[in-house]
């Protein structure tokens, strides 16, 4: 029996789905589209089928996804992958499954613009980057540290709307405090390494500092369409992420020419502050929401989340009516 066989439909719990397509494999598990057979009066829903098999991993690769299975069910927040229902089927593989975001991830996104040689208008690199704020606030404020804030962990819906997902690396600390802003602390090198901070990569203590540190990785990524830092191994890419600055903000196609005309100075100093080197220097994300440059969007932001929350309700109602 092969743990990463297509979800059994004779089950009970997938009685509901149809199996539609396998969309990832990697070393927890694997992921399939799923969608709901719907009836007359509500229409068939896709979900995203996680399935990840104990019996292949670790102790705390275990630790992690068993985590992970109680953390998204606990998350409730507008921008991040809300969460649908789990359980674990046969005593030994883990299932969880999540909404699918009809958009796709931000590196697909982020690929396709750069074969196009197109550039996301700063309006919506704002709005993303200031729903993804308010995602890494609310996590912070229930001391979580996500871990691996990156381009493939962060999901577009069919609106153009951005949702931080995949908590399978997350650190969630112990509640010592009443203060939302005291950090929670780590020291384990996880996640993705273009995206990990000098504390990180240093095997130093970190917190929450490190998930804006892989935020603005995202954004420079997005607004650049290149990485802040490349190297041909991995040597090369820890030197590059601690001593070094991440290569200007340069067009595509247009090697060594200073784009200055489709990003502002806010918009770079932004994505700057957010790439210090030293953690304490980086604001937070709430610190962030708060600067007057991203005002604006942070307002659309939470117009949005109100959207967003009244839709959920409605769709509750229907399918529960």
């Known amino acids: 029996m092969a743990a990463l066989d297509a979800p059994d439909e004779s089950t009970s719990r997938m009685d509901p789905y149809d199996v539609l ?33 104990l019996a292949r991993l670790s102790e705390r690769q275990r630790h992690l996804s068993l985590q992970e299975r109680q953390l998204v069910a606990a998350l409730r927040h507008p921008y991040v992958v809300p969460y649908h229902r789990s359980w674990i089927e046969r005593s030994h593989t883990v299932c969880i499954v999540m909404r699918h975001c009809d958009g796709g991830d931000l590196a697909s996104a982020a690929w396709r613009a750069g074969r196009r040689r ?52 997350a650190r969630v600390g112990t509640p010592h405090s009443r203060n939302a802003t ?18 990180m990569l240093r095997g130093a203590e970190y917190g929450f500092a490190a998930d804006v540190w892989s935020l603005g990785c995202v954004m420079y990524e997005l607004t650049t369409l290149r990485r802040p830092f490349t190297a041909f191994d991995m040597e090369g890419l820890r030197r590059k992420i601690l001593h070094s600055p991440p ?64 839709e959920k309700e409605a769709e509750t109602r229907e399918w529960s009516g």
Do not use: C
């Not at 610190?287 to 117009?303: N, P, Q, W």
């Open 21 to 53: 397509e396998q969309i990832g494999k990697g070393a927890f598990g694997a992921a399939w589209i799923i969608q709901t057979r719907g009836n007359d009066s509500n229409p068939p829903r896709r979900f995203v089928l996680k399935k990840i098999p």
């Open 118 to 169: 197109e550039r996301f208008p700063e309006r919506t690199l704002r709005l993303w980057l200031a729903q993804l704020l308010s995602a890494l606030a609310y996590i912070h404020s229930e001391r979580v540290i996500h871990r691996d804030v990156k381009t493939g962990n962060v999901f577009l819906t069919s609106t153009g709307d951005a949702m931080l997902g995949d908590f399978g690396l």
């Open 182 to 199: 005291d950090d929670v602390r780590a020291t384990s090198t996880v996640g993705t390494p273009h995206f990990m901070s000098p504390e």
């Open 247 to 310: 290569v200007a903000f340069i067009q595509p196609g247009k090697e060594g020419e200073e784009d200055a005309s489709l990003y502002g100075d806010g918009w770079r100093a932004t994505i700057r502050s957010m790439l210090r080197k030293a953690p304490e220097e980086r604001p937070s994300a709430s610190e962030l929401l708060r600067v007057s440059d991203m005002s604006d969007a942070a307002a659309d932001a939470d117009a949005r989340a109100r959207e967003i929350e009244a």
